[in-house]
Every structure is written in structure tokens, then in C-alpha cells.
């Protein structure tokens, strides 16, 4: 059995069309049995597609509306990649919005694979050091982050991770990352 180290944790789950299935649901049931309560938020209600690499898989049932969603609600985010749902997400104000609230409390933000997409549209990469899918460095090192190949990186307030093969090793680092700042924040709350 799970330690639940997040008991009573608020973690708001930012995503939309094209997310890349695992790498939301198994960060989202690591943090469930970990004892936190976890939201999926879209920008649209009812279901979002999920996907595995390029093909569909099934649909997920969506907990709020992104505009009914308040960051002061929750004690952390998680941003699961795909590189569909990432690039939608990237251009949508309110996500932005709701990413830069969260981290300008220094609330802890677990990202994977192509989720760095929304941190970058938003600002927030600029002095920050992290991992994402290759294909998406650049973007990272333009919106003035430090780039490293590595199967997580921890980074102030932030754990990131680059893609499905990581997720052990990704919820590990998330779980401890937002049990130290988790905590903080439910605390200062």
C-alpha cells in the first residue's frame, strides 16, 4: 500500500485533445494512492481524447472547465505532454494564466515530455532549468530555459521529465516534490 504522503492535496491537472494517455493517468493515479485529490481541468467540458503516441486511445472524463477553475484552489499542477494537447494548450490565455498564478506563489508544477510548451507561451522557463521531449529543446533554450537530457530534473519549485519511459522515475520525484512543497503551500494557505 501506497504512504499517503499528499493527504488532503489539491493537484489541478491542466489538459485538453491529444493528451498522451499514460502520462497523464499513471502520474494521476501515483498521486491518487498517494492520497491527494487530483482535478483534470480542460478547456472544454465533458470528455478530452486521449492518445497513445499517434493514435487515439479512449476519452477522460473532464473534472472543470478551465474558466471555473481558480488557482488558489489547488496546491499544485500537473502538466501531462502530447504534442497535440501541449500545443493547444500553449495558446489558451486562461491556461497560461492559471500556470503563471501557480508558479508565482512557487507552488510545485510536475511537467512531462512536450508540457514545457505551456510554461514557455506563458514566460515562466526564462532561468529555469529542466527536461522535456527532445524535439522540444529548443523551444525551452529560445524561451530562455537551460535544456538537459536527463530523466528528471528538479529545479526550484518545478520537476520535469521527458517522456513515457520516464514515468517511474517522474512520479517518484513529483510525489516527493509536492510532498515538501505541497505541504508549504497548504500551510501558507
Known sequence: MAE?????????ILATD???EVELTKPRKALDDA??????????????????????????NVDTKLSDARPEDFDALLLPGGALN????????????????????RKPIAVICHGPW???SAGLVKG??????????????NGGGQWVDEETVRDQ??????????????????????AEKGGQTRKAA
Do not use: C
Open 86 to 105: 501541449a500545443d493547444a494548450l500553449r495558446v489558451e490565455e486562461k491556461a497560461q494564466e492559471f500556470a503563471r498564478q501557480m508558479d508565482q506563489v
Open 18 to 20: 491529444g493528451v498522451e
Open 157 to 178: 519549485n518545478w520537476v520535469s521529465s521527458r517522456q513515457p519511459e520516464d514515468i517511474p522515475a517522474f512520479n517518484r520525484e513529483m510525489i516527493a516534490l509536492f
Open 128 to 141: 529555469h532549468t529542466l527536461t522535456s521531449y527532445h524535439t522540444i529543446r529548443d523551444d525551452v533554450r
Open 35 to 60: 492520497g491527494a485529490k487530483t482535478v483534470l481541468i480542460a478547456p472544454k467540458g465533458g470528455k478530452i481524447q486521449a492518445m497513445k503516441h499517434h493514435d487515439k486511445s479512449g476519452q477522460l
Open 4 to 12: 499517503k504522503n499528499l493527504e488532503g492535496l489539491r493537484v489541478a
Open 118 to 120: 505551456l510554461l514557455i
